[in-house]
């Protein structure tokens, strides 16, 4: 969205250009399950343009009469440096930041697309689709695994866990790269866990990345 702009936790601009958002669908088997999708074989990989980008702790304003918007709580990364078919270790050292988003889903659209076999895009790339908060320098966290949390009104609704992915993040950051470069810049998405559903006007929702970051938004 127009204004937007990478920042650190502090309040700092990230000094990148806001490249484009790949994203894996399906990377929690438990959520794939919830809404009876197969779990694939292979990672399911899309992309949001950067103008589906808006900062996440600005009101959400949802699209009017397209149905259901669904909220999908994410773990992001944020790349630093170019990559064309990385190895591991170079994937890995890629990683400047970590951060949460909402990968927001018109999911009666999505739904619809799906029965008659066409692409996601008008489901999930449309403006503001994907609400970002700024991001934690890669060694502030953990090298293990990492925790997230979405809370709604107060009320815990969804836990993730990087052990609990199909893919891991390293070897799903140099798969990407395998498929086409990723840009100092761009964002990975990297899976919602289960317990996504509907978003409400009124409702606000609390976001948490272990206990080094935490941000909250409402719902128009």
């Known amino acids: 969205m127009p204004g937007y702009q990478h920042l650190w936790k502090d309040?700092?601009?990230?000094?990148?250009?806001?490249?484009?958002?790949?994203?894996?669908?399906?990377?929690?088997?438990e959520h794939a399950r919830e809404l009876n999708n197969p779990v694939p074989s292979e990672p399911l990989l899309f992309i949001?343009?950067?103008t589906a980008a808006t900062h996440i702790t600005r009101p959400l304003e949802l699209p009017r009469n397209q149905g259901q918007v669904h909220f999908e709580t994410e773990l992001a990364v944020l790349i630093g440096r170019p990559l064309t078919n990385a190895s591991a270790s170079e994937a890995?050292?890629?990683?400047?930041?970590?951060g949460l988003a909402l990968d927001l889903t018109l999911r009666d659209?999505?739904?619809?697309?799906?029965?008659?076999?066409?692409?996601?895009?008008?489901?999930k790339a449309f403006d503001g689709a994907c609400p970002l908060s700024p991001f934690v320098p890669a060694d502030k966290l953990p090298r293990g695994n990492i925790h997230f949390t979405?809370?709604?009104?107060?009320?815990?609704?969804?836990?993730?866990?990087?052990r609990d992915?199909?893919?891991?993040?390293?070897?799903l950051i140099a798969h990407m790269s395998s498929q086409?470069?990723?840009?100092?810049?761009?964002?990975?998405?990297?899976?919602?866990?289960?317990?996504?559903?509907?978003?409400?006007?009124?409702?606000?929702?609390?976001l948490e990345l272990e206990d080094v970051l935490f941000v909250e938004t409402k719902v128009l």
Request: charged share 20%.
């Open 48 to 50: 949001k343009p950067s």
């Open 92 to 98: 890995e050292l890629a990683i400047l930041g970590y």
């Open 109 to 123: 659209l999505q739904t619809e697309l799906k029965e008659k076999g066409h692409p996601w895009e008008r489901a």
């Open 11 to 29: 309040g700092t601009p990230v000094h990148l250009p806001l490249g484009k958002i790949v994203c894996i669908g399906r990377n929690y088997a």
């Open 180 to 206: 086409f470069s990723l840009l100092p810049g761009d964002v990975v998405l990297t899976g919602t866990p289960k317990g996504v559903g509907p978003l409400e006007s009124g409702q606000t929702l609390s």
């Open 150 to 162: 979405l809370d709604i009104n107060g009320r815990r609704q969804q836990t993730g866990d990087t």
């Open 165 to 171: 992915m199909l893919n891991t993040i390293v070897p």
